[in-house]
């Protein structure tokens, strides 16, 4: 199954869906990135372009939505043998130790704390770029 550049983010948050939409198209990303606001819509994306035969290189996922939260959408994608390699990134606000070392067990690659300043958050999002300029351009079934 062939991936390209491209990187799922999920976030029920508009400012923070801005900051990082923003950050992107700065750094000439801009149409690479598609937005989801919960696990259900990102599963249902990423289902659909694995029937296409397509999947994001990364994924950023948040932690705390409605419908299905980031925990239950990271299982989800980890025991689905079609999306079980995308590399995926927990972006949350959450300290919460426990809920870092969950992810990590699940498969989630990074468990990234939000940054506070728009500085910051750009920072991240090179990072992200970075990540993915480096992940293999093949996601095998």
């Known amino acids: ?27 000439g990303m801009g149409d690479t990135v598609q937005y989801e606001e919960n696990g259900e819509r990102a599963l249902s994306y ?16 948040d932690l705390n939505m409605p419908k299905m939260n980031g925990t239950q959408t990271l299982r989800a994608i980890k025991e689905d043998p079609r999306l079980r390699k995308i590399t995926v990134l927990i972006y949350s606000t959450s300290l919460n130790p426990i809920e870092k070392e969950e992810c990590l ?10 940054p506070v300043t728009y500085t910051e958050s750009l920072k991240v999002v090179h990072y992200f770029k970075t990540l993915c300029d480096g992940l293999n351009s093949t996601v095998e079934s």
């Open 1 to 27: 199954m062939k991936s390209i550049k491209m990187i799922l983010v999920v976030d029920d948050d508009p400012e923070d869906r801005f900051i990082i939409e923003d950050g992107f198209a700065e750094i």
């Open 46 to 61: 990423l289902r659909a372009v694995a029937d296409d035969g397509t999947l994001p290189c990364l994924i950023i996922l």
């Open 105 to 114: 067990q699940l498969g989630a690659q990074e468990f990234i704390i939000k």
